[in-house]
């Protein structure tokens, strides 16, 4: 019998704890109760070694050497750890691919006023249309917001050359290594193809070129995802800017009508927003007070970090949101959103909605989300969750007290124009001469998920907390950054968990921002955000002449269950930032890959440090992993000379 883990066990968070308890006490499964089914997990897949890429198998090595030790293709343990990395990579490098291309079409058509948004940020396009090369002199907003969006769209298309988000935003010092070994991308899809078809049987054998195949998946997601999905919606619906949320199970408000959205793409959320204020009086007609919008996981990021919309739970909690019974509708859109929840709906009066074509779940209502009727189908959604609010079961409503203030909207030009203040100038030399002095050690990227199979919230805030306290500036995104908001790490309570130095330049940044002190943990959005700190480090590398490897920055998942986020911590990595791990990356089969990965190979020139700059770390202590990420930080910091 799988042991069944006590609400204390699976997450640090009390409400959460309080809300599977509920759940449990209704005899309601959640994510948290299947993961401690799933306990005794396949050790053939855990390690890498199962493959079922044809019909001559399954085939399966045994980790320990005691059965057959090739596949019936001849495939050995490397090839199969090899491919089922690269298989990973591929799924987290197409979700943000195809992210990146439907936010592409949405600036298409609203160029073409086919589709009712605005281009909200025109500073944002002109910047974004400049550096792209794009003629803007005598031009109108529409005429370059289609050049851009053609512009992306193109990085989905061309046959030669390199991707126009790499030539854009790569940067150079990092272009040069990549191009020697010839893995920058030409175009997302054909290198999603390329590397689907190199993964197939009697396709790419050589572990190592495999690997190479997997950092080409990573650039794909950096750059056709996350870069080219930040820039095009920030110009759509604005940079962010600081701003106040809310976070916790309790932003859910008894008294009105509580919709969530859920997913990733904010364009169909950033709509039902706006519905939600058009149709606030028709909610007071059944009897509701208004219409509360409330975010999980990245989706609610997007809203948090451009309407300070508040954020109900990250990933591995979601399903608790429904059992509060408190919930109208939940509204999803593409990505971690588990099929699970339709099961928990079915409990409550809350209705599930999916949007996607490609994504739905059996029971759950589709309306489906078109650019061109983004309108049509907001509107729907929230008069549906009106109609929902008086089928509402009022015992059945339990939602818990005490929610978390928190500032998140610290995009790389909010964070200029904090620093701006000290030097017009240069709006850097404040971070590059606060890094040098040691008043900043390091400056480290607490990105990814939180994991039903993971106790909750601990992993995240235990690397931030024990970096805080070394005077390691954190930036946040994704369902970490929900994890750092819920314990005062973005607000100025969190400012206890700094050291000295870090404390005292985030309370003098803190003033220029009209706030009392900067939050230690710095929100710079959802998944896709993960294009800020890069940024971030890529031009304070071009002020010091450095290749973005030299920094002292490291990136650290400690609580992952994505392949977006090992896809995520690869890009990081092709650019020579340490990525830390806190879960198993199911590599372990293959010396010669776990390796390669972490640069422990004795032919250290073609390890991922070697060759890069950047490796993994895997290290499911929180309070380890963060010396391990010190040691990188003072090496780096020892190299530079600082
Ligand atoms: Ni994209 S990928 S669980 S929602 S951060 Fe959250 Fe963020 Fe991981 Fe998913």
């Given at each position: 019998m799988a042991k069944i883990r006590e609400p204390e066990e699976v997450s640090k968070d009390t409400q959460v704890q309080q809300m599977l308890a509920v759940a449990r006490s209704r005899g309601i499964e959640t994510a948290f109760d299947r993961a401690d089914?799933?306990?005794?997990?396949?050790?053939?897949?855990?390690?890498?070694?199962?493959?079922?890429?044809?019909?001559?198998?399954p085939c399966r090595i045994v980790p320990n050497g005691s059965g057959p030790r090739r596949g019936v293709c001849g495939s050995d343990a490397d090839t199969l750890v090899a491919r089922s990395l690269l298989n990973t990579m591929i799924q987290g490098a197409s979700g943000h691919a195809e992210h990146g291309r439907e936010v592409a079409m949405a600036l298409l058509k609203t160029a073409e006023g086919k589709a009712p948004y605005v281009i909200r940020d025109v500073g944002k396009l002109m910047r974004v249309a400049k550096g792209l090369n794009l003629e803007i002199e005598g031009k109108s907003i529409n005429e370059v917001a289609k050049a851009v969006a053609l512009t992306a769209l193109e990085d989905f298309q061309k046959h030669e050359g390199v991707m126009n988000w790499i030539e854009?935003?790569?940067?150079?010092?990092?272009?040069?290594?990549?191009?020697?070994?010839?893995?920058?991308?030409?175009?997302?899809?054909?290198?999603?193809?390329?590397?689907?078809?190199?993964?197939?049987?009697?396709?790419?054998?050589?572990?190592?070129?495999?690997?190479?195949?997997?950092?080409?998946?990573g650039l794909v997601d950096g750059y056709s995802g996350l870069h080219l999905s930040s820039d095009l919606q920030d110009i759509l619906f604005g940079t962010p800017k600081a701003v106040k949320f809310n976070y916790s199970l309790a932003v859910l408000d008894e008294k009105q009508i509580n919709i969530a959205v859920h997913g990733h793409i904010p364009l169909l959320s950033e709509k039902i927003v706006e519905w939600a204020r058009t149709l606030e009086r028709k909610a007071l007609t059944v009897g509701a007070e208004g219409i509360n919008i409330v975010g999980v996981c990245c989706t609610g990021n997007e809203l948090l970090m451009r309407q300070g919309v508040h954020a109900a739970s990250s990933f591995s909690s979601q399903e608790l949101v429904i059992v509060t019974g408190a919930l109208e509708a939940m509204v999803v859109d593409i990505q971690c959103i588990m099929p699970g929840i339709q099961q928990v709906a079915e409990c409550f009066h809350?209705?599930?909605?999916?949007?996607?074509?490609?994504?739905?779940?059996?029971?759950?209502?589709?309306?489906?989300?078109?650019?061109?009727?983004?309108?049509?189908?907001?509107?729907?959604?929230?008069?549906?969750?009106?109609?929902?609010?008086?089928?509402?079961?009022?015992?059945?409503?339990?939602?818990?007290?005490?929610?978390?203030?928190?500032?998140?909207?610290?995009?790389?030009?909010?964070?200029?124009?904090?620093?701006?203040?000290?030097?017009?100038?240069?709006?850097?030399?404040?971070?590059?001469?606060?890094?040098?002095?040691?008043?900043i050690r390091g400056v480290a990227a607490v990105i990814g998920c939180t994991n039903p199979r993971e106790p909750q919230d601990i992993g995240n805030v235990t690397v931030a907390k024990e970096l805080l306290k070394n005077n390691v500036l954190i930036v946040t995104t994704g369902c970490a950054a929900h994890s750092l908001a819920k314990y005062?790490?973005?607000?100025?309570?969190?400012?206890?968990?700094?050291?000295?130095?870090?404390?005292?330049?985030?309370?003098?940044?803190?003033?220029?921002?009209?706030?009392?002190?900067?939050?230690?943990?710095?929100?710079?959005?959802?998944?896709?955000?993960?294009?800020?700190?890069?940024?971030?480090?890529?031009?304070?590398?071009?002020?010091?002449?450095?290749?973005?490897?030299?920094?002292?920055?490291?990136?650290?998942?400690?609580?992952?269950?994505?392949p977006k986020a090992l896809t995520i911590g690869t890009y990081f990595m092709a650019h020579g930032v340490d990525v830390?791990?806190?879960?198993?990356?199911?590599?372990?089969?293959?010396?010669?890959?776990?390796?390669?990965?972490?640069?422990?190979?004795?032919?250290?020139?073609?390890?991922?440090?070697?060759?890069?700059?950047?490796?993994?770390?895997?290290?499911?202590?929180?309070?380890?992993?963060?010396?391990?990420?010190?040691?990188?930080?003072?090496?780096?910091?020892k190299a530079l000379g600082i």
């Open positions: 089914q799933m306990a005794a997990r396949c050790p053939f897949g855990s390690a890498g070694l199962c493959c079922r890429s044809c019909l001559e198998g854009y935003r790569g940067h150079q010092k990092s272009r040069e290594i990549w191009d020697k070994l010839g893995i920058t991308p030409v175009n997302a899809h054909l290198e999603i193809a390329k590397a689907v078809t190199r993964n197939a049987m009697g396709g790419d054998a050589d572990p190592l070129n495999l690997l190479l195949g997997s950092v080409t998946m809350t209705e599930i909605i999916t949007t996607m074509p490609h994504v739905k779940i059996p029971g759950a209502t589709h309306v489906n989300f078109e650019p061109e009727y983004a309108d049509d189908a907001a509107r729907e959604i929230v008069e549906r969750a009106i109609r929902n609010f008086a089928k509402r079961d009022p015992a059945k409503v339990v939602i818990p007290g005490g929610s978390v203030e928190a500032y998140a909207g610290f995009s790389v030009e909010q964070i200029c124009e904090v620093t701006a203040k000290i030097n017009e100038d240069k709006p850097l030399q404040p971070l590059i001469d606060a890094i040098k002095d040691g008043t005062g790490l973005m607000n100025e309570d969190g400012l206890e968990a700094c050291g000295d130095s870090l404390k005292a330049l985030l309370r003098q940044l803190g003033q220029h921002a009209g706030l009392s002190a900067l939050p230690p943990a710095l929100h710079m959005g959802s998944c896709v955000d993960n294009s800020r700190p890069l940024d971030l480090l890529s031009a304070i590398a071009d002020e010091l002449d450095v290749p973005v490897s030299s920094l002292p920055a490291v990136g650290s998942c400690p609580e992952t269950h994505s830390h791990v806190g879960v198993d990356p199911q590599v372990s089969g293959s010396n010669l890959v776990a390796r390669t990965l972490t640069g422990s190979r004795e032919d250290k020139e073609i390890t991922m440090d070697g060759l890069f700059g950047g490796k993994l770390i895997v290290e499911s202590d929180p309070v380890k992993a963060a010396a391990i990420l010190l040691e990188r930080i003072d090496m780096k910091r």
